[in-house]
């Protein structure tokens, strides 16, 4: 199902895995899961792993585990509905969407 008019996004997401038994490879099928719900489809993942921030806000949340994931999608909506459905997930500290 390619259409003219799809466009490609790349998320990236910092991930706050101190307080679940969840590990990166969970959080990003259940991501996955939320944007082919949406009508999107995953072109591919990457686990960059745990980093420090270079200035943390919370002293105590100094690193979070950082996940790529690049998506297509025909609806423009895809993004906000994304971050919407996270917004209250407590294993996800921010989400950067940018279109390709």
């Not at 297509?72 to 407590?90: F, G, I, M, Y």
């Amino acid at each position: 199902m390619t259409e003219k008019n799809e466009k490609s996004y790349k998320a990236t997401f910092i991930l706050d895995l101190r307080k679940t038994e969840d590990d990166a490879a969970k959080v990003i099928a259940d991501i996955s899961a939320i944007l082919s719900s949406a009508g999107s489809s995953v072109e591919g993942n990457e686990d960059l792993g745990t980093r420090d921030f270079s200035r943390a806000a919370d002293q105590r949340f100094t690193q979070g585990h950082y996940v790529v994931i690049d998506f297509k999608t025909a609806d423009s909506k895809v993004p906000d509905v994304l971050k919407e459905k996270l917004r209250l997930d407590k294993r996800v500290n921010r989400i950067f969407i940018e279109a390709k």
